[in-house]
């Protein structure tokens, strides 16, 4: 998926969750970590950075693991209290999780082990597909939200 729908994609559903633009905002930095981690794929050897592409930067395990240790610390456990910080740790994490899901809804990703993928190939990167797929998802955000609001046809 290209860096603008990630963005999109992960910015409507995460303020559709949160009504919050500052967290939404932060998840939507931390969509584009996993490929950021990577490195550019125009700064150098594009078949090197091709064969690397989606590898560890895109294992979920350690989002989960920057989320757990985010909610852990805005706990505040042992006398200590992250706060905001937490939070955003938090975001990021969450962020990076959707640009994941979302990858893998156009080829594959790693699950269980880096070095195992799995995914689907809805729709090639960059194709009409993609961006139909960005709105479709934009879309079922705006009619559930109102739909759970109760105000759907006011």
Not at 57 to 69: F, I, N
Request: contains cysteine; proline residues 3%.
């Amino acid at each position: 998926m290209k860096w603008i729908n990630h963005q999109v994609v992960t910015g409507v559903a995460v303020y559709t969750a949160t009504n919050d633009l500052l967290l939404t905002a932060y998840s939507m930095a931390g969509a584009l970590l996993p490929d950021k981690l990577e490195g550019n794929p125009r700064a150098g050897n594009y078949w090197a950075w091709r064969s690397r592409h989606r590898g560890w930067s895109h294992w979920p395990v350690l989002y989960l693991a920057l989320l757990g240790a985010s909610l852990h610390f805005a706990r505040g456990d042992y006398g200590v209290s992250g706060g905001e910080l937490a939070t955003i740790g938090a975001f990021f994490a969450i962020g990076a999780l959707l640009h994941i899901a979302e990858d893998a809804t156009c080829g594959k990703v790693p699950v269980v082990t880096p070095n195992r993928k799995h995914g689907l190939k809805l729709y090639t990167v960059g194709s009409v597909f993609e961006y139909l797929f960005a709105i479709a998802i934009v879309l079922a955000c705006y009619i559930g939200k109102r739909c759970t609001s109760g105000d759907f046809f006011t």
